[in-house]
């Protein structure tokens, strides 16, 4: 039975990570107006996750699983008004804790593991005219003596430019459709990878996000993930549907992300509304509540519902049993939420939500590329419908 209950010393654990994430607070505003400059390991007087990590130590078995525990970590961090680093840098896992790694971890062979799994891996899958649809990617690999020689285009790699290098899908036999696509690991000093610009974006801007093109790009045979060069004849797609599954794994850490921006512009608006005599009581009967009161509950009811599908996902992961339908549940609602919430906020707070004085209007910015990549909402929907029905991708596109 789930229970999201937090012990003594996980709660000590989520109150220490936001307190060492409002250390960057000051520093938050210049990396939004210096999108292009990558924050330093440590900023001026940012408190390190180092001093989080002995409290884990202090976690009995019967604590929270520890899947379920990093998200609830992501949420708290990512709501604090500290600078938002890409994706989880700061997390414990340190410097390989990118989207890459994670499907080295889950597609990976143990020599591969062993042998990369220190680096910081990006995730190369998108292309010009190639998003949602990920089966008709058209960078191509072929075998060639002992190297795999890549040749394509790909755009949008968060943490592309900080990476050491990322997990690249491309198709080995076009006319095999998905049953073609691998992925390979391809390190920034391949002959032929180059990378050829950083996006400048809406939001998420302390997050580098970069294109890259490889022009007869050269890597070792034993870069494909996993190492399985068969195609399947029949048309089976055993290795794609396993590359995907990393997703499972990847869908409630970005969902996370979007609940934590939801969850930021919340306790901001409540905190506001506070100063000026309002303050939330679940108590008091709906009939005399006022408006703001009102909005503020159903905001937090939102919030939370969101919180615990990714809680929720994550423990499935955890104890081992399939999460493909409650990862795009949570990706949907985290997607939303981050959003509608930080909307709402300013409904509440008027033009001072606007202003580059507070963290609001940066919450909605950072919060909508959550509803984007990793699979749209709309895409997320689109799971969510063919593992209720029964469908396959083929019946229901
Ligand atoms: C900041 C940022 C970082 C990113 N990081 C990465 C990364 O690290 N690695 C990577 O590989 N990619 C990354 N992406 C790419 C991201 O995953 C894609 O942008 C996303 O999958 C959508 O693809 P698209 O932009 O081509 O939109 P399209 O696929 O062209 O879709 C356009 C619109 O149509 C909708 N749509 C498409 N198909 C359907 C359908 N069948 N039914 C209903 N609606 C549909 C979509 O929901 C969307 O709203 C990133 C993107 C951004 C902006």
């Known amino acids: 039975m789930a229970d999201f209950r937090f012990s003594a010393i996980d709660q000590q654990i989520l109150d220490k990570v936001v307190e060492v994430g409002e250390s960057t607070t000051r520093h938050t505003r210049y990396y939004e107006d210096h999108e292009h400059e990558t924050p330093p390991d440590r900023l001026e007087g940012e408190r390190g996750f180092e001093e989080v990590f002995p409290l884990f130590g202090q976690r009995e078995p019967g604590d929270t699983p520890m899947m379920t525990l990093m998200m609830a970590v992501s949420i708290a961090r990512g709501s604090t008004s500290g600078v938002v680093r890409g994706l989880g840098l700061a997390m414990p896992q340190g410097r390989a804790s990118g989207l890459g790694n994670a499907a080295l971890q889950s597609a990976g062979t143990p020599e591969q593991k062993a042998k990369w799994g220190n680096l910081f891996l990006a995730m190369s899958i998108t292309e010009p005219g190639v998003g949602s649809d990920t089966k008709a990617i058209q960078t191509t690999a072929r075998l060639d003596g002992d190297e795999w020689v890549i040749n394509g285009d790909k755009i949008f790699v968060t943490d592309g430019v900080k990476a050491d290098g990322a997990i690249v899908w491309a198709t080995i036999d076009k006319s095999a459709g998905r049953a073609g696509i691998k992925s390979f690991l391809v390190l920034k000093d391949a002959p032929g990878f180059k990378l050829v610009r950083q996006e400048k974006k809406l939001g998420i801007r302390a997050s580098d996000t970069a294109a890259y093109a490889f022009v007869d790009c050269r890597v070792p045979r034993d870069a494909l993930l996993g190492g399985d060069e068969t195609v399947p004849k029949d048309g089976g797609s055993a290795g794609y549907k396993g590359v995907m599954k990393t997703f499972n794994m990847t869908r409630p850490a970005v969902a996370s992300g979007g609940v934590a921006k939801a969850k930021g512009a919340l306790e901001f608006a409540k905190a506001e509304m506070a100063k000026e005599g309002v303050e939330v009581d679940w108590g008091k009967s709906f009939r005399n509540r006022s408006a703001v009161e009102q909005k503020l509950i159903e905001m937090e009811a939102d919030t939370e519902a ?90 229901l596109t």
């Not at 809680?311 to 949570?330: I, M």
């Not at 919430?341 to 909605?364: C, N, R, T, W, Y």
Request: glycine share 8%; hydrophobic share 40%; with cysteine.
């Open 306 to 395: 969101a919180a615990l599908t990714v809680l929720h996902a994550a423990w499935l992961s955890d104890v081992k049993q399939p999460n493909n339908l409650e990862s795009s549940v949570c990706k949907a609602k985290g997607g939303e939420v981050c959003r509608t919430i930080p909307q709402a906020a300013m409904d509440v707070l008027g033009g001072m939500s606007v202003s580059h004085d507070h963290l609001v209007e940066k919450f909605l910015r950072d919060g909508r590329i959550s509803d984007i990549y990793e699979g749209t909402g709309q895409i997320q929907r689109l799971i969510i419908a063919r593992e209720i029905l029964g469908y396959s991708s083929e019946e």
